[in-house]
């Protein structure tokens, strides 16, 4: 066998978005099961987990070990370092790497880990969903912003205070009612409006696991944020979990948290 078909396995077992997000999940974590990987893809079934993960394990790019009942995966580097190796490297890195060094120097803050909050509700997720996409919710928790957006594809996305400023806005990259929102989020409040660049959200609501009825679990990651950045220190670190606090409030109350 020559060395292509060799690396074809690992071409094809990358070019999946679904397996990339397993193969980053091992590398936050290694040693998962394929439940707790199996919430990394809500949307897929668990049969269709597994295939993806036995296509890794065919690549060499996963391994595995039983642990009693259990069968725990592990994140195997060697084959993308090769491939790094052959591809990369032999041609391309010097020029790639002078361009990563002006990269960063150009960039005055790096970039910070994902940011993930988690509440839960007494709520059903339905309700959850509308607190988060409906403005007359948003009025009582969201610093008294009025969201709107059509809450499709590629659809805008804007608060709106109460004197008619847009304060911040984004775009909707995917939507799956009521249990996953994916967006674009970037301030337009102040002087720093707009200069830190847009980060990505993503909301998951899911029934909370126990057996606890009408209980649902709220969850945000928050992804390409700039260390230092305004929004970071403004919106993120203080914002969220008052926003966070504020929908529970209002949907456990019926009444809005106080600003």
């Given at each position: 066998m020559g060395e292509t078909d060799e690396m074809a396995p690992i071409f094809r077992a990358l070019g999946d978005p679904s397996r990339r997000v397993l193969l980053d999940q091992l590398f936050v974590r290694d040693g998962q099961t394929l439940g707790e990987l199996?919430?990394?893809?809500?949307?897929?079934?668990?049969?269709?987990?597994?295939?993806?993960?036995?296509?890794?394990?065919?690549?060499?790019l996963i391994s595995t070990l039983r642990a009693g009942r259990e069968k725990?995966?592990?994140?195997?580097?060697?084959?993308?370092?090769?491939?790094?190796d052959r591809w990369i490297s032999k041609?391309?890195?010097?020029?790639?790497?002078?361009?990563?060094?002006?990269?960063?120097q150009l960039e005055a803050s790096p970039m910070l880990p994902d940011h993930v909050y988690s509440i839960f509700v007494m709520a059903s997720p339905e309700r959850v969903w509308k607190a988060l996409v409906d403005g007359d919710d948003t009025v009582a928790y969201y610093f008294g912003s009025r969201v709107s957006s059509d809450w499709t594809p590629g659809?805008?996305?804007?608060?709106?205070?109460?004197?008619?400023?847009?304060?911040?806005?984004?775009?909707?990259?995917?939507?799956?009612?009521?249990?996953?929102?994916?967006?674009?989020?970037?301030s337009r409040w102040g002087a720093s409006a707009g200069k830190d660049g847009p980060m990505t959200q993503v909301w998951q609501i899911d029934p909370a696991e126990g057996g606890v009825s009408g209980l649902t679990r709220l969850s945000v990651t928050i992804s390409g944020l700039h260390e230092g950045s305004a929004i970071e220190e403004r919106y993120v670190t203080f914002g969220v979990p008052f926003i966070m606090s504020g929908l529970k409030s209002l949907l456990e109350t019926g009444q809005p948290m106080g600003a």
């Open positions: 199996c919430s990394f893809l809500p949307q897929m079934t668990r049969f269709g987990v597994m295939r993806h993960l036995g296509v890794l394990e065919e690549a060499r725990r995966h592990y994140l195997n580097p060697v084959p993308i370092r090769l491939l790094h041609y391309a890195e010097p020029v790639i790497g002078a361009m990563s060094n002006l990269k960063r659809a805008s996305i804007e608060y709106t205070t109460p004197d008619g400023s847009v304060a911040s806005g984004g775009e909707v990259i995917a939507v799956d009612p009521p249990r996953r929102l994916e967006m674009t989020f970037e």
